[in-house]
């Protein structure tokens, strides 16, 4: 696709598309010259034992000015070491800064996603769900510290204990699970990736722990359990990971610093990530190596979460207080999901633009959204979509 023919996205909406192997998608977004920008792209392959991945698969997504030019903060995601498909996010974003050189003006910009993919891995398109979020500016004059701290409290508490309370966790960003601290019982498959999300406010810190349950059976698979921590705009903090011989495992992220405006000034990307209060979403992964070893079934999980800190005030932005993240779960959103055609980009691609936030009823993880054939019109309204 060229940059002439890149679609519009809309500041704090959602859109789902595909993406083959090597190609370049362009889009294009209006942006102001006051408020920090944010696009996530989420690349979620097809499912199962069969499809094949390569440890550098992923995806790149990079925001740039007219002249081609980084705004400087490009993001990517790979598959690395667990080479099996799931789920991957990568972010890109627009800083404005006193004395920045790019992307400070208000205007145009494009977005531009990448995938790559190896000659021997599978060769089906990927799903691809996009959200472009702003942020405010700081008042002039608020003051604050402008250099990220160098210390904070990293001791882990000790764990919830107690009786689990029941949940299952979503299929994607978008129909998370919301948790409050405590002890949570869910149930995973190997190939699975559950999605939840936790609040957590300014000055607040987040403490995630994932217990995989016990099995007969009699085997190794390295890799086999994985935490991946993302904060509110869809940027990776931080991962834990284990192996699983059918003994209990227990694994999760490292401990995040609290929620803090400054520590977007560090160059350490599990601390600049804990720049933002809302949603921080945990993405726990089953390889599906664990059936062939220990069956296909379902597998124990638990979850341990701790938020320590009282929420303090937020910064003094210009504007409205973001509170990224919607935290409502339920059915908010359901009705005002839309389905637009978009011409010029690209045969038989279509963008599912969510106004609200998407709540998908199906749980099935193997299924992916079927787009509509070029020059279909689709209906003005849909339903929620299946699951990934």
Do not use: H
Request: aromatic fraction near 8%; charge should be neutral.
């Amino acid at each position: 696709m060229a940059s002439t023919e890149a679609a519009q996205l809309k500041d704090g909406a959602v859109y789902r598309s595909s993406i083959g192997p090597g190609a370049r998608l362009y889009y294009q977004v209006a942006l102001d010259a006051t408020s920090d920008a944010y696009v996530s792209a989420v690349a979620v392959p097809k499912l199962g034992p069969q499809v094949k991945v390569d440890y550098t698969d992923g995806i790149k997504v990079t925001l740039q000015d007219l002249q081609g030019d980084s705004c400087g903060n490009d993001g990517d995601a790979v598959f690395g070491s667990a080479e099996y498909p799931r789920p991957i996010a990568a972010q890109a974003g627009r800083r404005i800064k006193k004395d920045g050189l790019y992307c400070q003006a208000a205007g145009p910009y494009y977005v531009l996603i990448e995938r790559t993919t190896k000659a021997a891995a599978a060769q089906e398109d990927w799903g691809l769900e996009i959200r472009v979020d702003s942020e405010p500016g700081l008042k002039a004059g608020s003051g604050g510290p402008t250099a990220a701290p160098t210390s904070w409290p990293s001791a882990s508490p000790v764990p919830p204990t107690g009786t689990a309370d029941r949940t299952e966790g979503g299929t994607g960003f978008n129909d998370a699970t919301v948790l409050k601290p405590g002890v949570w019982d869910d149930r995973i498959t190997p190939g699975q990736t559950r999605f939840y999300r936790v609040p957590v406010g300014w000055g607040q810190q987040l403490f995630a722990g994932a217990d995989l349950g016990s099995s007969s059976g009699d085997g190794f698979v390295a890799s086999a359990f994985a935490v991946q921590l993302y904060n509110p705009v869809r940027s990776a903090i931080t991962e834990g990971s284990t192996a699983y011989d059918g003994k209990p495992k227990s694994t999760g992220p490292d401990p995040m610093p609290p929620v803090a405006y400054k520590n977007r000034y560090s160059v350490r990307g599990d601390v600049s990530g804990a720049g933002i209060a809302g949603d921080y979403y945990l993405a726990v992964t089953l390889s599906p190596d664990v059936a062939k070893a220990f069956g296909e079934k379902q597998y124990g999980l638990t979850l341990r979460l701790s938020v320590k800190g009282e929420e303090s005030p937020p910064p003094a932005y210009t504007g409205a207080t973001p509170r990224f993240g919607t935290s409502g779960g339920g059915d908010a959103g359901r009705s005002s999901m839309k389905l637009v055609g978009v011409a010029g980009i690209g045969a038989g691609t279509v963008l599912v633009l969510v106004l609200g936030v998407w709540t998908l009823i199906a749980r099935r993880r193997t299924g992916m959204m079927a787009a509509p054939g070029a020059g279909q019109q689709p209906p003005a309204q849909y339903g929620p979509p299946p699951a990934w």
